[in-house]
């Protein structure tokens, strides 16, 4: 069983940054894969990055360069830091972690205004 806390959404100004993390109860380092989605209201939702215990990044083309994951082993901790952000990117952020099932966070809201 793997619990998920994320935390760090809130409001910010377009052009600016904003880091989430999120708190896993389990060992970071032990989990193959852990994501963060983000989600609008009546769209689906759309994964926004991909770490793996292997060291492997994957971007979705929308936040690539603009959007990092990073992995703290220490304190069991996958972060997403965001910069430029744009109001498209107003959403509310998961974190996932798949370790033989997935596993959700309760999200997390982003509102970024113009």
């Known amino acids: 069983q793997v619990q998920l806390v994320e935390s760090g959404g809130g409001l910010v100004q377009a052009g600016g940054s904003q880091r989430l993390s999120c708190v896993a109860s389990?060992?970071?380092?032990?989990?193959?894969?852990m994501r963060w989605y983000r989600q609008v209201p009546g769209k689906q939702r759309e994964l926004v990055a991909t770490s793996t215990n292997g060291g492997t990044t994957i971007y979705a083309n929308s936040v690539k360069g603009r959007f990092t994951i990073s992995r703290d082993n220490g304190k069991n901790s996958v972060y997403l830091q965001m910069s430029s952000l744009q109001p498209e990117d107003t959403a509310v952020y998961y974190c996932?972690?798949?370790?033989?099932?997935?596993?959700w966070g309760q999200g997390t809201q982003v509102t970024v205004s113009s």
């Open positions: 996932y972690a798949l370790r033989v099932q997935p596993y």
């Open positions: 389990g060992i970071v380092s032990s989990i193959p894969v």
